[in-house]
């Protein structure tokens, strides 16, 4: 790829698969910022062709001066391409082949997609390390936040003890506007997706799911272990209640859904890696409590840097555009030096701790945990026995009438912190809760952040 | 440098200048995660040799094992030496004949020194750029918090349209005391200097210098402009009273030291560079006025990204080591690769824009303007007729009795906040009440961070 002036090196070639707002943006991006990309690539940036699956629609950016591809597949093939750049997404069909063959013909390949990062990088990142080329995934976790290059570069000179944050813009929106509003989860929902911040169908984002193949990908980078979507603990924010944020801020906190990774040895000395996507209690001093909106931010704790936290926004097409360009511009920047392109996963794949997931039931904090019961007398005292039994001990405890439950059974809320403790023993105390008929639903517990 | 053997490529020897704190923190950190920097960097990082004032200091870590040189100048010249990292300090002087010498004789340079960059970054950029090897500084602005690289490489594919943030942790955690304690300035900086947060002379820190150098170094990568260190306007918060902070936090403000930067074009068609380091009136809404104590923060807006915001520690000797040790691994990824390393300041020396220092008086804001008056009749009238004269719109005043003002002498304060306008407008009034007697010192103008 060396050209024989050095002063102006050929362009770096992009082959564009997808055409949804995101790859609309990177379109936007390279044409509106044409002149600084090329300043700051030491070269020029050049879309030569694109693909998606209607050729006709309107994307509000001219796609005629570049190549059409009726089957995205043929962008692996063109010798005129250096870089394919895939915004399909899914885990896999079409958006995992191209990479597989993008990679193979010696491309070097930039994606926005998380799932297939997820389930399929390692494979991926062991044939781009073959080829010699670069997989790149920035805009893959955290939107526009180069979190990515943050844990791989940035931080790179530590032991990473933690990461952690807020990682789905969807559900973060959704839990800071039932902060502001007192609005119950449904109604929120519901206007977050006339507003555009919410799919039709929310799953991924309001179960966890989206925010848990984030944090596999954070987790392996952070702690050159294997990735392990498979075995992060997952759950979302469809069960908090207007009466969950209340009582949380109550008690000097707010309520967001994190991911959280670490590493840690297990009693029989092998290394464990944790990750967990759950809604937490965050106390109101720490930064995480002020990250409202469909805003994501996350925090790498260093042995060496301390705690550092990178914010911006989560999704959108402006941002994710931005950092798939910030992929590209790496590679154009080391594009003449064949073979030096560092692992995806800043550490070789073959070099990769395999580790086995942590158990949790010896983990240590504090919880929330909150009841729906029957408004009648005992119920309190079979709570408490419950915890007292288990050797859970209570912070503090408070109980609200029917009014705060969100449902029309005349239900009672209790709502308890605990002392530190083992996450064990809560486990056992609704082990011992479980099917009693005090119980109108199943019990929500949410961790505390620890600082 | 190529080893014949790729899978274990020869070990990147390094030459530490300078065993201060942070310098003793290098060490400690090379040899604390030896094995992990290893595995990160594909080789090994070793320091080979090093040189300080005095050999016999307990440092708290073994230099036993490394060479010793009495004469720092001779690092420079050792062939065994791969990269010489400079912790000495002092932007002229020692560390300059040294980064010139160790550049000229093929090593890469890192360093910590703001002072050096911020007053000869460029000229020894163009030096490592005609070299071909490395020019690194990510320790030089905000301590461990990767901002050089967030700013070259995770917002390369932006416009930056601002730049701007907390650059000193002195003078933030002096501003976040005073807020938390309603002392007064000289009580809290005599017991910052008590507990080490503060230096002796503590005027780099508290008058905005120091800050100042960060942010020329900032604004030369996020805009593509030369530095301009000489043009930054400064001021720090010496004169920042317990009232100001009170009677902000009653507008719904924080008072933080901000370095603000961006560019603009003048009416003659030309870019200006506007550099600022002033204390500001931060919303309490923005994620700014959330950063308390010795903590540093930037944000960067992209006409892409939007807000980023890199979060971190902006000293000491862990945080600086993390920052000075991920430069290391930088060069140590690609050593191999001669020739591609990026230019130090993103765009080649020669190719960066040479810009003017921006006319303030046509920037449109609001401000805060606070005035110590002797407390007789006629002086209220006095301040609003010069105000309305000058064409300054009021949009809230607040008079105070002499125990709010911190002094001895009966003054009374009077404080307003500006309805949105022209700087040239508060820059006349207080030129038409220079001199007066009514005024007992010398009005203090806070602008009003932009959201």
């Known amino acids: 790829m060396s050209d024989t002036v050095p002063s102006h090196p050929a362009p770096l070639r992009i082959a564009l698969a997808g055409l949804g707002t995101v790859g609309a943006g990177v379109i936007r991006l390279i044409e ?36 059409w591809e009726d089957d995205m597949g043929a962008m692996a093939n063109r010798d005129d391409v250096d870089v394919v750049v895939e915004l399909v997404g899914g885990s896999d069909g079409p958006a995992l082949t191209l990479a597989r063959n993008a990679i193979a013909n010696g491309k070097s390949f930039v994606t926005a997609n998380k799932a297939m990062i997820a389930h399929h990088g390692l494979g991926l990142a062991q044939e781009a390390e073959g080829a010699g080329h670069a997989l790149k995934f920035e805009a893959a976790v955290a939107g526009g936040i180069p979190i990515v290059k943050g844990l791989r570069e940035g931080a790179a000179a530590n032991a990473i003890e933690r990461v952690y944050g807020i990682l789905n813009g969807t559900s973060n929106y959704i839990l800071s506007t039932m902060e502001d509003t007192g609005a119950d989860f449904a109604d929120v929902l519901g206007e977050a997706q006339a507003m555009g911040y919410a799919e039709a169908d929310p799953t991924f984002d309001i179960d ?74 965050v106390p109101k001093n720490h930064p995480l409590a002020h990250v409202d909106g469909p805003t994501n931010a996350v925090v790498a704790e260093g042995n060496f840097s301390g705690m550092l ?3 911006g926004a989560g999704a959108g097409d402006g941002p994710t555009a931005s950092a798939v360009v910030a992929d590209i511009i790496d590679i154009a920047r080391y594009w003449d030096s064949e073979g030096e392109i560092d692992p995806p996963f800043s550490i070789p794949v073959a070099e990769l701790d395999k580790t086995m997931p942590a158990e949790t039931g010896n983990r240590s904090g504090k919880a929330y945990l909150r009841f729906l019961v029957a408004d009648r007398p005992g119920v309190l005292a079979e709570l408490a026995a419950a915890m007292r039994d288990a050797g859970v ?26 002392h530190e403790g083992e996450e ?22 949410m961790h505390i952040l620890k600082q």
């Open 32 to 67: 509106t910022n044409r002149e600084l990309l090329a300043r700051r690539a030491g070269r020029e940036i050049e879309i030569v062709a694109v693909s998606a699956r209607d050729r006709s629609k309107d994307r509000g950016v001219d796609i005629s001066r570049y190549d």
């Open 424 to 445: 064990a023993a809560v486990e056992k105390a609704l082990d011992m809760l479980s099917g009693s008929p005090s119980l109108t639903a199943p019990p929500l517990v």
């Open 208 to 281: 966890g799911i989206d925010a848990a193949h984030k944090l596999s990908i954070l987790a392996s980078i952070a702690f050159g272990t294997e990735l392990d979507f498979a075995n992060v603990s997952t759950d979302g924010v469809r069960r908090i209640l207007a009466a969950d944020i209340a009582q949380a801020a109550s008690l000097g906190y707010v309520i967001r859904l994190l991911g959280m990774a670490n590493v840690e040895e297990a009693d029989d000395g092998t290394t464990r890696l944790f990750q967990r996507v759950h809604p937490y209690l």
């Open 309 to 311: 936290l990178f914010q």
């Open 393 to 418: 001990s209570i912070e503090s405890l408070i109980q609200k009438g029917a009014e705060h439950t969100g449902g029309t059974d005349g239900s009672v809320l209790v709502s308890m912190v605990t």
